[in-house]
Structures are given as structure tokens and as C-alpha cells.
């Protein structure tokens, strides 16, 4: 027989330098030149507003995305999970938020042994807590180290997921974490509206925001008469940050999707109080069956999470507008949309198509890598392939 | 500072031997009793009805459970992407069907490299095509290798997918086909309804496979008068595949989710002519918030895919009613359901809540490893942590 075709290349999307029609299918592809705008656009606000930017890595779970994150001026990362944390510490990220309750021992061990680590290379862990037993368990964990925590008590402003109520609630489990101030620093409030970040236009994202910072300013005073007030209130997201920004409670911003984007923000009525972010993440799909009335490419669930929605066709120059259909794990169902002044087309076998994710985050979960380019989907080149060291789901 | 836990336990979700209650959160788990009386009446009634059963490998993505298939009878695997084959290959399963169309070049090289690689080891790999290019391509790339690969040309037999439409454009490619056949082996049609698994009632599910059968009838008799009568049509799913075996066309039958079935396929009127499946597929999580009204358990969207509904909970004895919210990527919402003569309840913070997912597949595609225990949820011990060798987007 014939010598074998080398396996190993074929088994990575792209290599570094190759042109972006090198890319095999289907890869999630960054464009990074929008990336490094919205990165600029987001800082550019931070800075000019006088807030901290602590972004969220739950989004691209990624060291790479991090590390240019601190580079262009964030104070840390933000992280929903323990191994989010952990990933990000393995490469060097220093000062983490893990912006969410964790009460299993095993888990909390972790917490603790993280706490640690960081401590020994100058940096600092903090944890959110919405419960005396919370606190409890914790602050158990923690006598395995003499590393201190910050911990953030979350206020649920509206979204009603995690969080203790505003007012008394707050106040009452601010005293309990005072009084463990051995291993546990109260650090401040952590109080995110998800809810409020995909209302769809900007009037309704105001008000919601408005009422939480009617609470929370409530809220601020009553732990402010009791001695308790806090250093800091974190929390905000992409679709509303301008308005924690303009309150003047938030001194720490979260926001996760503005640097890659995707469809449900984009579906937003844009904020004129928030930059414009562009389009940074795109799964490149190759068409692998054409018939009389629909093609069929090769991105299905596997490639882009549907929580928010099916993924969208971003139609380059001189290729066919494209309606999308659900077709299971590894395919997707493209129609043709008839344009005014264009004949409605389908693309040919073996075309790209190129999608946009409904939902960033769980999309770049369900990848290993991300394929980075520079100069732009039509004629860029790959710059590098990022590692998505958080993917996974603990 | 004191010394540090041992890390790399905590992040195993297990050890084989502990039990289930050691497991930490979120888990995806496998009751192997299930599965293995799934196994059992699906091969009992492949055997009755003298069809082949090669299960579908793109739900589990597993080397252990495709062994324990073989096993049992099947005759081999189906996969629906070429990195699935080439992972199971690794683990040793020989006899793979990719049931799926392949036109990118790099792919279609590695298709040949793994014909290649099972025909040395005395196995066989079998391809799906739809289209002349297509045929083309497969045998192209075959050029790098002396082994015949396996190909069906799939039919669309109602779906509205991948496949060219029942009658002559059948007849037109396997001539295509037949005229490549020192690479390419005709083998026969592939003909899988995707879209009639999950038609709700019986009597939809038996009708819409009754109008394939005909198409597929008139097919196979078009091709019979040309001398090309297909030497095998393969096909068939978990929510009809008595409809195939019953209808005598199909000899094969390639059903996936019946191993461990998912929420959506418990939501069918269960078809009186198909052996009762039991969920053997669950999400471990754990509260981690309890507000007056609602629980947030740790299971979000990382841990259950939703593109066929929210998971929903799987109450053991004395364990509450409840309904579930979408809480985003880590977090799942915990409602009461009042149930007649009980009061309703919420969870502690820190219980176990057993949630099953809507749709398996890409529910197993976002774990790492699968916890496989013996003995139930409620009291059952680890047997074993199965790795998802084929998790994945390519």
C-alpha cells in the first residue's frame, strides 16, 4: 500500500500563516482585529467613567483573551466556576472573581487551595456568597490555608437567580461575614441584572437598571449606618454596563460578550451611552449538500449553542443572503432569502458559510480552540490558534 | 502556610467504588443497570426481526459503551463525522459507518487514511453520498490508498436534509457510483427520517415512515430493473425503528438514544411495537441558592444542552416536585410544584436535584467523561468514569 497522508496537521483547524479558506470546517473563528477594537472601546469607557473593568472569562474561558484583557488595562477576571478559576490561574492570571456560590466541600477545598496559590504569587482570589451556611462552609475551607478571601455578598437586583434581597438581607449576612474576618475579607456587594442585559431596548434596560440601583442605594445606606459599608459594588454586563457606569454605585464593571459579541446582543437596540461593539466571533462552515430548495453545511449543535436562538448567516461580499434551519448535532439547514434587486441564490457544494453564534458563551464552550485571524474573514490569515483552557463544565 | 489538599482527586467527578453521593457537581451520569436493559431489548428485538443493529455512536461518543454494543450483537457503529470514527477506530471498534456527507478535501484524506488503517486490521469503513461531486471527491482521495471503502447514497426520504430525493436522482448516482468501483463499493442506500423520531404520536411516527417506505419501495425496484438492486438500506431511529423493521426494506437499523434516551423521547407516545426504554441519563447537581421562592441548582447550560427543552428534574423518594427555569450557563432555576396531598417543598442548600436532559447527544458532547454507576441513583456506587473519547466538534 501507498505511504499514509500525514494524520497529525489534519487534525488542527488551520496553522499559523495559513489564509482563512485554509480553515477547516467547522471552526470557531475570532477575528481579531474586531476583537482589539472592542477591547478599546471598553476600556476607552472604563477609563473615561473612572470604573474598574473586571471582565467576565466565562465567556471565552480563555488565558490568550485574558491575558490581552489585563494588557489593555482590566484589573482581573471575573470567572462563573472553580475551574474557570483554576484554568485562568494555571496560565498566569493572578487576580480572580469567581463571581458565583460554591458550597461543596470538595469544591471548596479547591477554592481554598487556590486562594493559597494565588496569595504565593501576589494575587488575590474572590468569591461570591449568598447564605450564612455559605459563609459557614467557606470560611471551614479556609482554615485549610492562612491565605485570606475576598468575598462579595450578592444581591439578587432583579434577576432572581442567586443573591440574597436588598436591604435587610444584605445586612444581615454583611455582620456574619464581618465577624469571620480571620480568612474572610468582606470585600463588597456583587449585584449582576443578567435579566436586564437582553431587554431589547434601551428604555427597558434603563428602567430595569434604575430600579436595581434604587435598591441598591437603599441598600448601600443601610450597611453605611451600620458601620458596614461597602468598598466596592461589582456587577454589569454588555447590555447595560453604561447605565451601572452612570450611577455611580458600580465601581467595578463585569461585562463578558462586548469582546466577541453575537447574535442575541446584536439583536439589542444599541445603547448611544455604550460603544458600538462589532462582530467578532463567527463559526466557518463548509456546505456539504445542495438541493432544488436548500443547502445543508456542516455546523449543527455541536458548533453553535441554540439557547439563544439558531446562528445567523453573515453573508460576505458576492455570497447568498441565507435564512437558517435547526438540522441537529452536525448540520444546519440554509434557504435562500430573496433580496430586493438580487436574485435569491444558494451557494454551490463545498462553499463557507460563514455563522454567527446566538450565544457566545456556550458556544465557544463546545470548542477545544479557537481559530484567530487577522485582516478580515474574505482574505486574513490565521495569527495564531487559542487554547479554550476553561472549556468544560466544572 | 499549611500543606495543600491533593488537587488532582477533587478534580476527578469520583473514584470507581465511592458512592453516587461522593459524586461532585455537575455530573453527567449513567445508570448502567438501565443502559444494559436498554441493550438487551434492543438487541432481543433486532434478533426477533432479523434485522442488523448498528447503533448510532454520535450519542454516547464513547469507545466503552460502542464495545459494549459489539458485544451484544451490533455489527458495528454509525458515526456522523469523521472525528468520531477516527476516536473510535482509536479504541479499537473496526466496522464504522460515517452516515454522513464529506466534500472537504483535508476531511476526505483522513476518510481514506482510516479505510486504509481498518482494512489492515481486517475491518471496513462505509461513507454516505449525495451528490456526483461528491463521488468524485471520496474517490480522489481514495487515490492515496489501495482500500475500498464502503459508500450508500442517501436517500431523502422526508427529512428535508442531507440525501437526494427518492426515484430517479438515486438510480443517476449509484450508476455514478457503480462506474467508480475499484475505491468506491456500492453498498447499498442509506435512508434515516430524522425528522419523524419525534413526531409526538404513534400514529404520525408509523405514517410518515410508511410514505418513506413507499418512496423507498418504488426505489429499490427502479434500481433492481437496472441491475443495481441495493445490497442494503440502512436507517432508522429510536422513536420508529419498528416502522423500518416491520416494513421489510430496511435491513439495518442505526437508533442511538435508546441506550440512554433523553427527555424529548420520553415526551413520544411510546410506539406498543417497539420495547419500553428506560431514562438512563442524568445531570448530578447541587443547590447552591435557595430564595423563599425558588433553588438554583449548579447545572446550566454547560452541563445540559436545550435546544430540545430544559432539563427536567428526576425527583427520587422523598425528594421534592420541581420545575425548572433556564438560569444560563451554570446555573438551572428550581420552582415548586404543588402536587396533590404532598405540600410542595424546595430543596435544601447543598442537596442533590437529578435532572434529565431534553436531548442526549449534545448533552453527552459537553462532558469530558461520563460517571457510570450500579446499583441506582440512590444508592448506587461508581463502576466506572468512561471518558467521551469522540466529544467534539469535528
Chains 1, 2 share one sequence.
Not at 496560565?91 to 504565593?120: C, M, T
Not at 488575590?124 to 455559605?134: K, P, R
Not at 455578598?153 to 442567586?162: A, K, N, W, Y
Request: glycine share 10%; with cysteine; aromatic share 4%.
Amino acid at each position: 500500500m501507498k505511504p499514509l497522508p500525514d494524520l497529525r496537521i489534519s487534525r488542527l483547524h488551520a496553522l499559523v500563516g495559513q489564509g482563512v479558506d485554509a480553515i477547516d470546517t467547522p471552526a470557531l473563528v475570532v477575528d481579531l482585529d474586531a476583537v482589539n477594537r472592542n477591547l478599546q472601546r471598553m476600556t476607552g469607557f472604563a477609563t473615561r467613567h473612572g470604573v474598574r473593568l473586571r471582565p467576565h472569562a466565562k465567556m471565552h474561558k480563555s488565558v490568550e483573551f485574558a491575558r490581552m484583557q489585563l494588557q489593555a488595562g482590566a484589573v482581573g477576571l471575573c470567572t462563573q466556576t472553580v475551574a474557570e478559576a483554576e484554568a485562568l490561574a494555571a496560565g498566569g492570571i493572578n487576580d480572580l472573581f469567581i463571581s458565583n456560590e460554591v458550597v461543596s466541600v470538595a469544591k471548596l477545598r479547591r477554592v481554598a487551595a487556590l486562594a493559597h496559590q494565588l496569595k504565593l504569587r501576589g494575587g488575590q482570589l474572590a468569591i461570591a456568597v449568598d447564605s450564612a451556611e455559605g459563609i459557614e462552609r467557606l470560611a471551614q475551607a479556609m482554615q485549610l490555608t492562612r491565605a485570606v478571601i475576598d468575598v462579595f455578598v450578592e444581591v439578587d437586583i432583579g434577576q432572581g437567580r442567586c443573591g440574597v434581597p436588598p436591604g435587610a438581607p444584605v445586612l444581615e449576612l454583611v455582620r456574619q461575614l464581618a465577624a469571620r474576618s480571620t480568612s474572610l475579607r468582606y470585600a463588597g456587594l456583587h449585584a449582576y441584572h443578567g435579566a436586564a442585559q437582553h431587554l431589547r431596548s434601551v428604555a427597558e434596560r434603563q428602567a430595569a437598571i434604575a430600579r436595581a440601583a434604587d435598591a441598591l442605594r437603599a441598600t448601600r445606606e443601610l450597611l453605611q449606618a451600620a458601620g458596614l459599608a461597602p468598598s466596592l459594588i461589582t456587577g454589569g454586563g454588555t447590555g447595560t454596563f453604561g447605565n451601572e457606569a452612570a450611577s455611580g454605585l458600580w465601581g467595578e464593571l463585569q461585562p463578558g460578550s462586548f469582546l466577541f459579541m453575537d447574535g442575541d446582543y446584536q439583536r439589542n437596540e444599541r445603547d448611544p451611552m455604550q460603544p458600538a461593539f462589532e462582530p467578532a466571533l463567527f463559526v466557518k462552515s463548509q456546505v456539504i449538500s445542495v438541493s432544488a430548495q436548500h443547502a445543508v453545511c456542516d455546523a449543527g449543535l455541536k458548533a453553535c449553542a441554540v439557547d439563544s436562538g439558531l446562528p445567523t448567516v453573515h453573508a460576505l461580499a458576492g455570497q447568498p443572503a441565507l435564512a437558517t434551519e435547526g438540522g441537529g448535532d452536525e448540520h444546519t439547514i440554509l434557504r435562500p432569502v430573496a433580496a430586493s434587486g438580487d436574485a435569491p441564490g444558494l451557494p454551490a457544494l463545498g462553499d463557507t458559510v460563514w455563522l454567527i453564534p446566538g450565544h457566545c458563551d456556550p458556544t465557544v464552550n463546545l470548542h477545544a480552540h479557537l481559530v484567530a485571524v487577522r485582516g478580515g474573514l474574505a482574505a486574513g490569515e490565521v495569527e495564531a490558534v487559542v487554547s479554550v483552557q476553561a472549556r468544560g463544565v466544572w
